[in-house]
């Protein structure tokens, strides 16, 4: 059944994933998941956990990202819509510092792989916004770190007229910005 439609976006290993999606009056059906058809499109990754999370409307979550144990995400909204964002974090990379962000939401029911060695983070754009993931590693939590979401440096555009708006974790405000976690690196 399944078939996807991959797209790329100018960053290495960012992939926007469209699934073949079967309706009629009832309603309709997708495959969130094919291994064989991520394998055909060369995507090769390997899951091994999956997550969901519920947030309200202006919540932001991110950037983040784990150090030791890094995670690729494939991200998918399955109620309300949120722009998500993701960093290239790998210093050898020609775009290292550079973002890339999408707009997913349950009506276009695109899909977003983040790979590992990337700050992720999504802002909710509707009242209410159901957000799941698969991660290519499990989460561990003295692992987690992040950059703060609105680095002028590397100038993600957030599609929110009122930054004051932004409703964030203490821990999210508390992150550094890119200068400071190059330098953490070195």
């Known amino acids: 059944m399944g078939k996807i439609n991959v797209t790329t976006n100018g960053i290495e290993g960012l992939y926007i994933i469209e699934p073949t999606v079967y309706g009629d009056e009832r309603g309709y059906f997708l495959e969130t998941y094919n291994q064989a058809d991520f394998f055909d499109a060369g995507l090769t990754m390997k899951f091994v956990q999956d997550n969901q999370s519920m947030s309200k409307k202006g919540v932001l979550r991110g950037m983040h990202f784990q150090k030791r144990y890094p995670q690729g995400k494939l991200v998918?909204?399955?109620?309300?819509?949120?722009?998500?964002?993701?960093?290239d974090l790998r210093p050898e990379s020609k775009t290292f510092g550079q973002w890339f962000g999408v707009m997913?939401?349950?009506?276009?029911?695109k899909q977003f792989y983040v790979p590992e060695r990337f700050?992720?983070?999504?802002?909710?754009?509707?009242?209410?916004a159901e957000f799941a993931y698969r991660c290519t590693e499990f989460y561990h939590p003295e692992d987690e770190s992040g950059i703060i979401w609105n680095d002028p440096d590397i100038g993600i555009e957030w599609p929110v007229s009122d930054t004051s708006g932004v409703i964030l974790a203490d821990k999210d405000k508390k992150l550094p910005d890119f200068k400071e976690w190059r330098e953490s690196l070195a």
Request: no cysteine; aromatic share 8%.
């Open 76 to 87: 998918r909204v399955l109620r309300g819509e949120v722009f998500d964002a993701a960093v």
């Open 104 to 109: 997913l939401s349950a009506e276009n029911k």
């Open 119 to 128: 700050a992720h983070g999504f802002v909710v754009l509707s009242e209410e």
